[in-house]
């Protein structure tokens, strides 16, 4: 393989916490040596731009099998590409659920078409029915990188804690969707003034917590590692933090949606803003970007979630929920950046090197002989976000005719250029 020195980079390494000018030689399909150029290497000039370890995107939605029409592997790789994730950790809520070898097999040969990488996550019970727990270790053997049923919270404890401590026994990773399940049953909207004069059946936050202490109580039970992958709400952070200090196996993750948007994005009943759970309150908002800024929140995802216009273009209680977010996840990141909240490699920390370690993944580094898979981009380019130029075949995206800042200008994997921007 080629060598290559990026030259005159800015280098943002989430591992140092360091925003410095710099270069990196990559060799082979890895990180050679920082400031240090190789002989007879290819140089690649970065124009003073930022070059940072590719995003590693923890509960990716992708159609197949089942719902292909919504997005591909070939196109959701596309767009991760010109969004900067290398790394994608696909969801099991596929149709039909990855809950054996064979069905998780063949998903990891379809991955293969992508340009990024492409991991997959299989399901912690079979049809993710909170019944009778996957053949874990087999899955294990097959390539699966974490357990979860996603939005399906099952209310069979026996059948949950029968699979955690096998999870346990295997030192697999179990991965949460916090909520009282009977309480957010229909609801489409955080509960408060704004759903009420809306007419929209909404949930209260503290559903939430009741999920996540739940959650908590059979992590502290079985001794299971566990992922609590969307923590939204500041009535969660105290039980999180009790959890850690207490030393149990647990982190927890946000979407770059709830930490950059609120309920009253919604205004008129937009449904390409609903989302599960749903948007809450901007003290809220501001709660979860104080979490990720001090460590008690450990991941940023895109949880990007195709959906067809038929599936969005209903009654708001109606419509699907989610939006595609590969191609938005950075330049929304950035609003966090250019409004003071979190430095570079402070994000870069939670997009890329916190899920890999949480998930035993050798990426979202800057490290020599760490994967060259890497992601240069110009934190400050101004562009209007048109969601018909998205690369996914759903465009249903709440930043459509936003002004953005943050464009991708080059994506690496393994030292192999998969993304160019036209204009870069």
Same mark, same amino acid.
């Given at each position: ?163 955690? %401590?096998? !999870?346990? &026994? $295997?030192? @697999? *990773? =179990? ?9 957010? +049953? #229909?609801? /489409? ?42 923590? %939204?709400? !500041?009535? &969660? $952070?105290? @039980? *999180? =933090? ?9 982190? +927890? #993750?946000? /979407? ?62 109606? +419509? ?105």
């Amino acid at each position: 393989m080629t060598t290559i020195h990026f030259a005159n980079a800015r280098l943002i390494d989430p591992e140092a916490g360091t925003d410095a000018p710099g270069s990196l030689t990559v060799k082979d399909g890895v990180i050679l040596a920082r400031d240090e150029k190789a002989p007879k290497a290819a140089v690649i000039d970065c124009g003073g731009k930022c070059l940072a370890p590719g995003i590693v995107d923890l509960g990716v939605k992708i159609g197949e099998p089942g719902e292909r029409h919504r997005e591909s592997f070939g196109s959701a790789g596309a767009a991760a590409a010109a969004g900067g994730v290398t790394t994608i950790i696909a969801r099991p809520d596929t149709h039909p659920a990855i809950d054996t070898p064979e069905t998780l097999e063949f998903v990891t040969r379809r991955a293969a078409e992508a340009p990024v990488r492409i991991r997959h996550m299989a399901a912690l019970t079979k049809g993710r029915e909170g019944r009778e727990m996957t053949e874990i270790g087999f899955l294990r053997d097959a390539g699966a990188v974490a357990f979860t049923d996603v939005f399906r919270v099952s209310t069979d404890l026996k059948a949950i804690a029968r699979a955690m %401590t096998y !999870a346990r &026994s $295997l030192g @697999a *990773l =179990v991965v949460g969707h916090p909520q009282d399940p009977s309480l957010s +049953a #229909g609801a /489409s909207a955080t509960s408060g003034k704004f759903a009420s004069l809306r007419g929209i059946p909404a949930v209260s936050p503290i559903a939430e917590r009741m999920g996540l202490e739940r959650d908590l109580a059979l992590v502290e039970m079985t001794g299971v590692r566990y992922h609590a992958d969307q923590i %939204t709400t !500041a009535h &969660s $952070l105290p @039980a *999180l =933090v009790r959890a850690k200090a207490a030393g149990l196996d647990v982190t +927890a #993750g946000t /979407s770059i949606h709830h930490l950059t948007l609120n309920e009253f994005d919604v205004g008129d009943y937009r449904t390409f803003f609903k989302f599960t759970p749903p948007l809450r309150s901007e003290q809220d908002r501001l709660a979860i970007v104080a979490a990720v800024a001090d460590g008690t929140i450990d991941v940023i995802s895109s949880l990007h979630t195709p959906a067809d216009e038929e599936s969005k273009r209903l009654p708001y209680e109606e +419509a699907a929920a989610g939006a595609v977010a590969l191609e938005t996840f950075l330049p929304a990141a950035m609003r966090l950046f250019h409004a003071g909240h979190l430095d570079l490699p402070a994000l870069f920390r939670a997009m890329a090197l916190n899920p890999a370690r949480r998930l035993g993944l050798p990426q979202g580094r800057l490290a020599p002989g760490a994967p060259a898979d890497l992601v240069l981009f110009d934190p400050d380019a101004p562009f209007l976000m048109d969601r018909f130029r998205l690369r996914s075949k759903s465009k249903n995206t709440p930043f459509d005719g936003a002004r953005m800042e943050g464009k991708v200008l080059g994506t690496w994997v393994a030292g192999t250029q998969v993304f160019a921007a036209a204009d870069a």
